[in-house]
């Protein structure tokens, strides 16, 4: 279809996701290559958002992943999980069990990140009916954190407005203060620790120590803008969950699979999660799939008593989505996509340090491929108003990034960020051009918003 049918027939068939629907103009892509992707006019964006956080490879390796698609659909192209199994589900289990932050985790299959939130809340509530602890129906999550929108993930979300007119969430959680050392004032990374502690610690103690099943946060947050943990947080976390025999799970449907240069993020934190989310970045976006990973201490008490886990969703483990992920494993590995995330982090930071020489970046934080610049009105980095806001990131900043050719991302669930997450395989010339493009937005935004 030609670009103006493409536009009429959306506009007439499609319901866009997280959207407004009348979208002018909407940006519809039809290719991509690399780091790149292409537009219905010809248009070549840089994706620096690998498509939500998605596209750890970029967009070249279809052929090998077809490939592998298309041996899994000669072979089986589907059968379930539901009591039987079936060949890449096994091994990529086994996969991703190998490269988990401890030896014993096991693998439920899903089909994306709000399923595997819900299957892990499910399986730790499983764990504490066969432990005989039923009472534990509460969990402990962060605000501003996005845990995902159906109405079980919709409970451990910290976003109030995504809640308002769906009803009472079904899962009791009590938010409290997420990692911004930017807008808190701690003296030292200690003290944030101390005192993020001190607050979890009084929320379970709240909500009764012996009815919280879990803690979940993500190793770095992403609603809030690349909200990077202080040094011993998540130590802390452990031990708080040890101490009130809560379970501890890292949401790593952003972190997982390379983002910031590791399997799984919270390796950097030397911490092993009793439960840990996965989803995007599992098969790079070649199919979808999501997996929760669950330690044996969890699962242990169901097989022991010979308990029926009583949750499956019909598509979860898909052959063929199982052969892509192996694949894209695979591939992580044998094009070393890990160590240039690795290689990259630092210089990255440099260059994106340097924007905070524009009065209208107040901070630039993140870690991996994965940053956020918060922008501010002024030098006391005051904050912009709602009307302000609206203005430039649901106004101007979208369209001048497009006619830059640029794909990131404008957000204020928290406070107002700019956020890129670019494929993992982009190399030194592109992140500088990625920065280098940021930094000519940003100076135009400044000037549209009068700041500096
Ligand atoms: C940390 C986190 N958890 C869960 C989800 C929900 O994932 P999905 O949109 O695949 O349901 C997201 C989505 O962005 C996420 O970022």
Known sequence: MIHDQLQRSARESLILHFSKQEVDDLLVLERGEGPYVFDTQGRRYIDALSSLFCAQLGYSYGAEMADAASGQLRTLAFNTNWGTAHPPAIELAERISALAPADDYRVFFTGGGSESVESAWKLAREHFIAIGQPERTKAIARKVAYHGVTLGALSFTGVPGYKDGFGTPPIEVSHVANTNAFRASDAD????????????????????????????????????????????????????????????????????????????????????????????????????????????????????????????????????????????????ERDRVLENVRSHEAPLRERLVRLLDLPIVGDVRGAGFFWAMELVKDEDNTRFGQAERDDLLRGFLPGRLREAGLIARCDDRGDAVLQIAPPLISDAGLLDEIVAGLEDVLRDAAKHMGVG
């Not at 993020?196 to 946060?217: K, S």
């Not at 909200?227 to 947080?233: F, I, Q, S, V």
């Not at 130590?235 to 910031?260: C, N, P, Q, S, W």
């Not at 976006?285 to 990973?293: H, I, N």
Request: glycine share 10%; charged share 20%; hydrophobic share 50%.
């Open 189 to 332: 990374p200690a003290a944030a620790t101390r005192r993020l502690l001190t607050e979890m610690e009084a929320a379970i103690v709240a909500a009764g120590a012996d009815e919280v099943a879990l803690i979940i946060a993500e190793p770095v947050q992403n609603a809030g803008g690349c909200l990077t943990p202080p040094a011993g947080y998540w130590a802390g976390l452990r031990a708080l969950a040890d101490k009130y025999g809560a379970l501890l799970m890292a949401d790593e449907v952003i972190t997982g699979f390379g983002r910031i240069g590791e399997w799984f993020a919270i390796s950097r934190e030397q911490v092993a999660p009793d439960l840990i989310s996965v989803a995007k970045g599992l098969t790079s976006a070649y199919a979808p799939m999501g997996a929760v990973l669950a330690r044996s201490r969890v699962v242990e008490p169901l097989v022991e008593g010979r308990r029926v886990y009583r949750h499956g969703i019909t598509f979860g483990g898909h052959p063929v989505s199982a052969a892509i992920a192996l694949k894209s494993i695979e591939i992580i």
